[in-house]
T-cell receptor, first 113, second 111 residues
Framework: EAGVTQSPTHLIKTRGQQATLRCSPI?????VYWYQQALGLGLQFLLW???????NRGNFPPRFSGRQFPNYSSELNVNALELEDSALYLC????????????FGPGTRLTVL | GQQVMQIPQYQHVQEGEDFTTYCNSS?????IQWYKQRPGGHPVFLIQ?????EVKKQKRLTFQFGEAKKNSSLHITATQTTDVGTYFC???????????FGAGTRLFVKA
């Protein structure tokens, strides 16, 4: 069974640009979560999608947005990039229902110059 | 707001020594999950505890959920170099359907 996949692996952008990160969940999983992990720090919850709808978002500005497609894959968009957005962005998926264990992808390392 | 605190932040042990990390929530948790992240890797689910006072074991790892469901611990017996990594606890926030992760405990094991 394939795990959670994310693309790209690395992304380098400059301040003010936009970044798009992609995630494909495990087959059969309908929930997708996005987290930000700054270097050496813990995971900060960004967004939760389930069945195509945004269920909740963390304490991040509106320039962090995303969507979930009918095939349950997901996109995270970050507009007007700032230097402090440099981090590892992790996507996780689970079966529908918030309390199920989450399976993480390898992450996208975003560097903002 | 609700917080999940983890201590210690770092722990250096000699191979064969025991290790414990503690997780404390400011509010009661409906469940708690533990994840391990190897250096350069991504978090991997270890276990979920749901019941008050629950204790679960996975080989050398013992997980406990406190009676009040506000704290939890992970104990590793006789650490090995393969145990190196950061251990995170995580729990849902109250009514918000958002996962709150502790800051993690980074374990270093010296052979």
């Amino acid at each position: 069974e394939a795990g959670v996949t994310q693309s790209p692996t690395h992304l380098i952008k400059t301040r003010g640009q936009q970044a798009t990160l992609r995630c494909s969940p495990i087959s059969g999983h309908t929930s997708v979560y996005w987290y930000q992990q700054a270097l050496g720090l813990g995971l900060q919850f960004l967004l939760w999608y389930d069945e195509g709808e945004e269920r909740n978002r963390g304490n991040f500005p509106p320039r962090f947005s995303g969507r979930q497609f009918p095939n349950y894959s997901s996109e995270l968009n970050v507009n007007a990039l700032e230097l402090e957005d440099s981090a590892l962005y992790l996507c996780a998926s689970s079966r529908s229902g918030f309390y199920n264990e989450q399976f993480f992808g390898p992450g996208t390392r975003l560097t903002v110059l | 707001g609700q917080q999940v605190m983890q201590i210690p932040q770092y722990q250096h042990v000699q191979e064969g020594e025991d290790f414990t990390t503690y997780c404390n929530s400011s509010t009661t948790l409906s469940n708690i999950q533990w994840y391990k992240q190897r250096p350069g890797g991504h978090p991997v689910f270890l276990i979920q505890l749901v019941k008050s006072g629950e204790v679960k074991k996975q080989k050398r790892l013992t997980f406990q959920f406190g009676e009040a469901k506000k704290n939890s611990s992970l104990h590793i017996t006789a650490t090995q170099t393969t145990d190196v990594g950061t251990y995170f606890c995580a729990g849902p926030n109250t009514g918000g359907f958002k996962t709150i992760f502790g800051a993690g405990t980074r374990l270093f094991v010296k052979a």
